[in-house]
């Protein structure tokens, strides 16, 4: 390790010295400033209940990441998907506090997609942050959920990079629209749901921390989310593999743009 820089992180090394009219004078040691990347805290899974049920999510059984749960400051990411025969209000409970990246979006083909997608940032003390996040139920009995949460560190909580790209169709394998931002090193998050009667996990040739899910039941569902470390240019995820590809099962993908700090 480079003398003044910290093991395991990316970080800036700084010298100094005086310069007067005799010359310059020796450098002082190194030190370093560790730069404040955005960085996985952990991401989980979760089934909701077939029925008008609110139930919690808990956030301090986070796994893959450098901690267990959130801390101030964190954003947590939450994508929620149900296949359905019709419309369904599904959401994130408004007392939460959570701000949708776009409405709801209904798809409605043969087989249809409720998706939900939005994020919050941690509040700092004397608030602490959240232990749990409250969702309804799927609001049918034949319509299977799945739920996906990634929570990070690191992100500028002003607000979004630039505005969000979503898209719905058929096909049953979400198409992520193209994004570019204008911050070095903006976290792209990019979440898609698929609807179908035999759904199987989402897979991505392009995104890394991809995390998924599905429900299966009378009308299935698969979730994902998975992130890119943008540097120039415009961004297009591939197209998800696996979910059930086919021409009557809907699908939808939200794509969005975080700041570093």
Request: glycine share 14%; with cysteine.
């Amino acid at each position: 390790v480079q003398s003044g820089l910290t093991s395991g992180t990316l970080g800036v090394l700084v010298q100094e010295r005086a310069v007067n009219a005799i010359g310059p004078g020796p450098w002082s040691p190194s030190a370093s400033i560790d730069m404040k990347m955005p960085t996985l805290v952990g991401s989980k899974t979760y089934s909701p209940t077939r029925n008008s049920t609110d139930q919690a999510i808990s956030l301090t059984d986070l796994t893959g990441g450098i901690a267990s749960a959130p801390a101030a400051g964190d954003v947590v990411i939450i994508a929620y998907g149900t296949g359905a025969g019709a419309n369904r209000a599904i959401t994130v409970l408004a007392g939460d506090g959570y701000t949708a990246f776009v409405a709801k979006i209904y798809a409605n083909f043969t087989e249809d997609l409720n998706f939900y997608t939005g994020y919050k940032f941690m509040p700092a003390a004397p608030t602490a942050p959240d232990t749990a996040v409250n969702i309804t139920g799927t609001l049918n009995s034949a319509d299977a959920g799945a739920v996906v949460i990634e929570v990070w560190r690191y992100l500028d909580p002003a607000g979004l990079d630039v505005a969000v790209v979503s898209q719905s169709g058929s096909g049953g394998q979400p198409t992520p629209g193209a994004i570019t931002p204008v911050t070095p090193h903006a976290l792209i998050a990019v979440m898609g749901g698929g609807a179908g009667v035999t759904c199987v996990d989402f897979t991505s040739a392009d995104l890394a921390n991809f995390k998924v899910f599905t429900g299966n039941g009378t009308h299935d569902v698969a979730v994902g989310i998975g992130t890119k470390d943008w540097t120039s240019g415009a961004f297009q995820a591939a197209q998800f593999g696996g979910g059930e590809a086919g021409a009557g099962n809907a699908r939808a993908s939200v794509v969005a743009a975080f700041k570093p700090y």
